[in-house]
């Protein structure tokens, strides 16, 4: 039913529980699986040689960190049968890159975890899941993470 499965992940335990149930489902039909890591590559706003410099820093630390994030997706699927692909990925937004990254892996399913932030914590956080339900041209399943109360 599904032959190309993406899932955004972030490091955390809810995107690993959404990394689970894509293997779940890669598993069932066969599927590939896309793990990708969304990084904004121009987070700083500034000017003068401070700039260039902390931004090389942010770039390096990102990098390494979506390597972590990504190899934890192939140790977790190893072993599984399943092939995977992992990609780092360049968006100033992450439900963005997140969309850009279905078109160009051709994936027809993306899984993705969601946080469960509400109140003000989501209005100043804001939500990247709601975000790319609301502009998905493929169906998404959300497996929600633990609340916090």
Known sequence: MFKHILVPVDGSPTS???????????????????????????????????????????????????????????????????????????????????LDAVADAGADIIIMGSHGRRGLEKLVLGSVAQRVLTHAKVPVLVVQGATKE
């Open 16 to 98: 690993l529980s959404a990394v689970d149930a894509a293997a779940a489902m890669a598993t069932a039909f066969g599927s590939t699986v896309t793990a990708i890591y969304v990084i904004d590559p121009y987070p700083f706003t500034g000017v003068g040689a401070d700039f260039s410099y902390g931004q090389d820093q942010y770039l390096k630390a990102a990098h390494a960190e979506a390597d972590s994030a990504l190899g934890a997706v192939s140790s977790r699927l190893d072993g599984s049968g399943t092939v995977v692909n992992t990609r780092i990925v360049e968006s100033h937004t992450p439900w963005r890159g997140i």
